[in-house]
């Protein structure tokens, strides 16, 4: 390993030995001072930041091209870190109200940032697996962190079992693509194909193997059909370990499907297109139809985001266009970057909420919100607006440049499923305003000012960016010139 290989990577290397060095010191730390682990995780994690935004201008490869140091990764790991900070603050107050406050969880949650950024960076689909596999087992454990609560250890075992079957299909798909091109390297298989006419069997072999991929990481996305696990795991699972699950894994899959299909795959865009198209209409369509029947907020913001990995997909499709290629990777960063704000802001407000053996968390929970905590409640409904797709919220824009794509990319269809499904989409997205406001009732809300702060930063992040979209569309498509 040369210096500029350590280099690519060294907000990587950085967040390992903080984890472990939190590790140590929380041995050390009693048990009713555990803020300062969570002070020492926050504090590695904005040290990471800025190494990941010094970056920025320096693009560059490590590892014989296995790191890819770019826009697209600078973009995304910023992501994945400010998640991680939001989750470090929402967590706190809530694991100590559980009396599960022990320190493990701060480390595990970076660990899984690690990975998550191992799929930005990658530039080979055995780095692809790692990161998978490194952004995947500290959830397992997260998702069980409320043991001895059985909801809890179900919603681990299930997420577990599912989630290493998925990695079977991408390791499967792997495998399947090396021995179609005789390589790893995503640019090295475009260069594979390009180089000669594959046999029948071995363009046979190529395909398989890349849908095996979309498919493990569909589970990752929560795409239909690969999206059984979700409300189970967002319903069992300790809130703030469910809100930044939500918001890390989904990013995280839709880096390593956009890798592996702009650089790996743009050959085999013909016979994929209708594979995407059809798991788009799906998602969009199930995700949104299935969230109406939820009393639950979590069951609801599950389905929720099966539907928002819909949304993503519709750019997705576009991927074979080169006309669009460059747009549609900027919306779909655009979007991650709205729906971020927006569902950490939410689940700020449900880990204020719940309570032990998941109580605290169904739709009459909100009743009469908006007079015990009006500002938490104003928050809310912006937040329930963004996702619905309100004009002056960030999250209109990032459904209109979605669906621009789509339009532009020749997909009209699929634009028009997309607006109607965000359509009915309004409807439990509004019955939680509804819920706040009109309706009487005593809600149990243990407000915190770390929750809060979450809360009205991403609130004030949606309505405020929402009236630069350009500009913000233009810095994610800055980040793209880079793997153009």
């Not at 009713?32 to 930041?49: H, S």
Request: aromatic share 14%; proline share 4%.
């Amino acid at each position: 390993m040369t210096l500029n290989d350590a280099l690519t990577i060294l907000p990587v290397i950085f967040l390992v030995a903080w984890a472990m060095l939190v590790l140590v010191a929380d041995l050390w730390i009693p048990r009713n001072r555990k803020v300062w682990t969570a002070i020492l995780a926050a504090l590695g994690i904005v040290a990471a930041m800025v190494l990941t935004l010094r970056q920025a201008n320096a693009p560059q490869t490590g590892f014989g091209g296995m790191i890819e140091v770019d826009g697209f990764a600078v973009f995304l790991n910023i992501i994945f870190l400010f998640s991680g900070l939001a989750g470090t603050a929402i967590a706190f107050d809530f694991l100590k109200r559980m009396d599960i406050h022990r320190g493990e969880y701060y480390v595990l949650m970076i660990f899984s940032i690690v990975g998550a950024m191992l799929l930005a960076y990658a530039g080979d689909l055995i780095l692809i697996f790692l990161g998978i596999e490194l952004l995947s087992i500290p959830l397992y454990v997260l998702a069980g962190f409320a043991h001895p609560q059985v909801a809890s250890e179900e919603s681990a075992l299930k997420y577990f079992l599912l989630g290493t079957f998925a990695s079977t299909f991408v390791l499967f798909g792997i495998a399947l693509l090396y021995g179609a091109t005789g390589i790893t390297a995503l640019r090295g298989i475009v260069d594979a194909v390009k180089a000669g006419s594959p046999a029948p069997y071995t363009n046979m072999m190529l395909l398989t193997g890349a849908g095996f991929l979309i498919g493990g990481l569909g589970f990752k996305v929560a795409a239909v059909p690969f999206h059984a696990w979700t409300p189970d795991v967002y319903h069992g699972a300790p809130a703030p370990v469910t809100g930044f699950m939500s918001v890390v894994a989904k990013a995280a899959g839709f880096a390593a499907l956009m890798r592996v299909l702009f650089i790996a795959l743009p050959s085999q865009s013909e016979t994929l297109t209708p594979i995407l198209w059809v798991l788009a209409v799906l998602t969009m369509v199930v995700g949104n139809v299935v969230a109406i029947a939820q009393n639950n907020l979590k069951r609801m913001l599950a389905y929720s985001s099966i539907a928002n990995a819909g949304y993503l997909l519709m750019a997705l499709v576009t991927y074979g266009n080169d006309a669009v290629r460059a747009d549609s990777l900027a919306s779909m960063l655009f979007y991650l970057l709205a729906y971020a704000l927006a569902s950490l802001g939410v689940w700020a407000v449900i880990t204020m909420m719940e309570r032990q053996e998941l109580k605290g968390t169904d739709f009459i929970d909100l009743a009469g919100l908006g007079k015990r905590s009006p500002l938490v409640a104003a928050a809310l409904a912006v937040l329930m607006l963004s996702f619905t797709g309100v004009p002056l919220t960030l999250g209109f824009w990032g459904k209109f440049y979605l669906f621009r794509t789509a339009i532009q990319g020749g997909f009209i269809w699929l634009a028009v499923i997309g607006l109607l499904t965000s359509l009915v989409s309004a409807y439990y997205y509004l019955r939680v305003v509804v819920m706040m406001f009109f309706r009487e009732g005593e809600p149990d809300l243990k407000y915190n000012f770390w929750g809060g702060m979450v809360l009205f930063f991403s609130t004030l992040c949606i309505l405020v960016l929402s009236f630069f979209p350009g500009t913000m569309f233009g810095l994610a498509s800055q980040a793209l010139l880079l793997i153009k």
